[in-house]
């Protein structure tokens, strides 16, 4: 069953998918009018999920499910993983290259390959203060707390010790 995602308990699970390509106006319109039907018929088991999705920055994915009204069976998470997979064929992208992080800069989403975090960092695009979109959140209260980041208290910060060390040993 669908509802709005601000409805959704700030417990409800989520998933986000990041498209690798930004979407267009257009086609972010499209996805929401093929989602609401898709998550108003999601069920586990024959039991109707109470759910929702969203598109956020014109590259996000979110889909929810209120888990305090009825679990999802992994069945009813393959099926939505489905609807995501073949949202992303028919517009030409993938929602599950995880080989980059997305980051903002300049009030634009960027993203920065995973072989190019430590150049990056080296060249000073990405410090410790760049915003990043920590898509691994599990909550809608995560998602709404802690979807954006700064990089030195996400998994990037490692990058910034490494940076710091060879500076210091060079």
């Not at 093929?34 to 109707?48: E, I, M, S």
Request: aromatic letters at 8%; charged letters at 20%; proline letters at 5%.
């Amino acid at each position: 069953m669908w509802i709005p995602f601000n409805q959704l308990p700030d417990t409800a699970r989520v998933w986000v998918y990041q498209s690798a390509r930004p979407l267009t106006d257009a086609e972010v319109a499209a996805i929401e009018t093929d989602l609401q039907p898709a998550v108003d018929g999601w069920a586990a088991h024959g039991t109707p999920l109470l759910g929702s999705a969203q598109l956020l920055n014109n590259r996000f994915l979110i889909v929810a499910v209120d888990e305090g009204h009825h679990l999802p069976s992994g069945c009813s998470i393959d099926s939505s993983v489905r609807w995501v997979r073949e949202i992303g064929q028919t517009l030409n992208t993938d929602f599950f290259d995880r080989s980059a992080a997305f980051v903002t800069a300049d009030g634009s989403i960027e993203t920065v390959a995973l072989p190019q975090i430590k150049t990056a960092v080296a060249e000073g695009r990405l410090t410790p203060d760049t915003t990043v979109f920590n898509n691994l959140v599990a909550t809608k209260a995560e998602l709404l707390s802690n979807w954006q980041i700064k990089a030195a208290d996400s998994w990037l910060k490692r990058y910034f010790k490494i940076m710091k060390e060879e500076r210091i040993a060079g």
